[in-house]
């Protein structure tokens, strides 16, 4: 299996900053994919950065700009800078990691969650 541990987030006013990571860890043979999702009240999930198998990232378009994702290929970790946050930004931000493990199997794999709250 593969474990997907988040921290940073929290509660910032507008126009501030805050930072997220991820830890992927387990029984990991390659990691083809990875990056954020957030989800509002309310609203469906939505991918907010990610870095693709061909070894791009793509940006939701309502974050480009203000979003930095980068990443430590050797320990497995993600990192989202978040700039000029505004308060639609708030929501719980996910870790997702598209993985194969040592078995061979390849599945989609989340984290638990991490709240970033934007006050206006």
């Known amino acids: 299996q593969v474990q997907l541990v988040e921290s940073g987030g929290g509660l910032v006013q507008a126009g501030g900053s805050l930072s997220v990571s991820c830890t992927a860890s387990?029984?990991?043979?390659?990691?083809?994919?990875m990056g954020w999702y957030r989800q509002a009240p309310g609203k469906p999930r939505e991918m907010v950065a990610s870095?693709?198998?061909?070894?791009?990232?793509n940006y939701a378009d309502s974050v480009k700009g203000r979003f930095t994702l980068s990443r430590d290929n050797a320990k497995n970790i993600i990192y989202l800078q978040m700039n000029s946050l505004q308060p639609e930004d708030t929501a719980v931000y996910y870790c997702?990691?598209?993985?194969?493990?040592?078995?061979?199997?390849?599945?989609?794999?989340w984290g638990q969650g991490t709240q970033v709250t934007v006050s206006s």
């Open positions: 870095f693709t198998r061909s070894g791009s990232t």
């Open positions: 997702n990691a598209f993985a194969r493990t040592w078995s061979g199997a390849q599945n989609n794999f």
């Open positions: 387990g029984s990991i043979s390659s990691i083809d994919a």
